[in-house]
C-alpha cells in the first residue's frame, strides 16, 4: 500500500495562496488515482480535487473549481494542489489520497490517505 506524505498546510488571510504537496513511496502512485479530501470537525471527508493517471482528467468540487488546480509529477511521485484566492470555508484538514482508475476518477474509489495536513484560512 502506498504511503503518502503531505506537506505545505499552514495559515493564511482571505484571498491568499497556498501550494500543497504530496509525496509517495511507491511507483504504485503513478499507476492510479490521486486526490485531495477536506474534512472539518464535525462533517465527512469530502472530495476536492483529483486527477487521473491515463486521461489526466482533472476533477473538481464546485466549491473550489476556477480557484484550486491539481497536478502531478510523475517522475517525483508527487502529486501538488495549488490554492488561490483562498476563503475561510476552506479551512479544514487536507488529505492526499490514491485510488485505482486509469482514465476517470470517482470520489469513490480511493482507499488510501496520508495523514493530512491542516489549512487556516482567517484574518
Known amino acids: 500500500q502506498a504511503q503518502l506524505v503531505e506537506s505545505g498546510g499552514g495559515s493564511v488571510q482571505p484571498g491568499g495562496s497556498l501550494k500543497l504537496s504530496c509525496a509517495a513511496d511507491s511507483w504504485k502512485f503513478a499507476m492510479g488515482c490521486l486526490g485531495w479530501f477536506r474534512q472539518v470537525p464535525g462533517k465527512g471527508r469530502e472530495g476536492v480535487a483529483s486527477?487521473?493517471?491515463?486521461?489526466?482528467?482533472?476533477e473538481y468540487d464546485a466549491s473550489v473549481r476556477g480557484r484550486f488546480t491539481i497536478s502531478r509529477n510523475l517522475g517525483e511521485k508527487s502529486v501538488d494542489l495549488w490554492m488561490n484566492d483562498l476563503k475561510s470555508d476552506d479551512t479544514g484538514m487536507y488529505y492526499c489520497?490514491?485510488?485505482?482508475?486509469?482514465?476517470?476518477?470517482?470520489?469513490?474509489?480511493?482507499?488510501?490517505w496520508g495523514r493530512g495536513t491542516q489549512v487556516t484560512v482567517s484574518s
Open positions: 489520497a490514491y485510488g485505482r482508475g486509469h482514465d476517470f476518477c470517482s470520489w469513490g474509489t480511493f482507499d488510501s
Open positions: 486527477i487521473a493517471p491515463g486521461s489526466g482528467r482533472t
